[in-house]
Nanobody
């Protein structure tokens, strides 16, 4: 059974940094793509960053140059380093697994990121 546990969120001033972690279990982590998503109140969930099993990445235009996704297969963990944070980055951040056939339908609790101005 897929389990996803996000952590590392908090309150930070604009221009600051946070590193989010996602501990994954219940599947062979190293062979699967992972992604970070976020959802702000009243907004649709959006993909923020994506990383394949062979460490190819893509980012939403809004975070390019500021966020970095990485993975540690030995720890079954995916990270999101967030720098130069802006108030519009405020959201609940979730990780999830991208199977070959589509996105996993189980979502964890997420971690709240709040950026003050």
């Amino acid at each position: 059974q897929v389990q996803l546990v996000e952590s590392g969120g908090g309150l930070v001033q604009a221009g600051g940094s946070l590193r989010l972690s996602c501990a994954a279990s219940g599947f062979i982590f190293r062979t699967n793509a992972m992604a970070w998503y976020r959802q702000a109140p009243g907004k649709q969930r959006e993909e923020v960053a994506f990383i394949t099993n062979d460490v190819k990445t893509r980012y939403a235009d809004s975070v390019k140059g500021r966020f970095t996704i990485s993975r540690d297969n030995a720890k079954n963990t995916v990270y999101l380093q967030m720098n130069s944070l802006k108030p519009e980055d405020t959201a609940v951040y979730y990780c999830n697994v991208q199977w070959n056939w589509g996105l996993n339908d189980y979502w964890g609790q997420g971690t709240q990121v709040t950026v003050s101005s």
